[in-house]
């Protein structure tokens, strides 16, 4: 598949039709229209646009103080697009972009080997969900 990628930051175009698709890994079905507001209350999100579909094929959102730290909030690529590079260059294009002492995210087990062969590494957390948020969904 011979594609050419284009990266952005400008959510200024973006519409909930075109993130169709996206977060239907979830464990639970997050109301319409649930990531673009995700992304438009990021600190920083990067877009993969392939040109010639003209479609999103993946997004990097991150969180940050712009000083100490930054969380990775979300990273997704569309299946049909994996492996092609796109994960890595939005991974490596955010932390650049977040220029702060510590990047940090939370992955399911599978996701580790990637995650470490872009530079990062397994460290302790907590998390705690909203269950009433949920169960609105």
């Not at 200024?12 to 039709?17: A, C, G, P, Y």
């Not at 712009?66 to 997704?76: D, F, K, M």
Request: charged share 20%; aromatic share 8%.
């Amino acid at each position: 598949m011979s594609i050419q990628i284009s990266y952005s930051e400008s959510l200024d175009t973006l519409t909930d039709s075109q993130l169709d698709g996206f977060l239907a890994h979830w464990d639970f079905a997050p109301p319409p229209g649930t990531l673009l507001r995700m992304l438009r209350g990021s600190s920083l999100v990067i877009l993969a646009r392939d040109d010639k579909k003209c479609v999103v094929c993946g997004y990097v959102a991150a969180l940050s103080d712009q000083v100490t730290c930054g969380y990775i909030s979300a990273l997704e690529v569309r299946p049909e697009y994996r492996g092609c590079g796109i994960g890595t260059m939005l991974i490596r294009r955010i932390t650049d972009r977040l220029h702060v002492y510590g990047t940090y995210l939370s992955c399911a087990p599978s996701m580790i080997p990637f995650y470490e062969s872009v530079g990062f590494r397994q460290v302790s957390g907590m998390t705690k969900r909203n269950a009433k948020l949920i169960n609105e969904s």
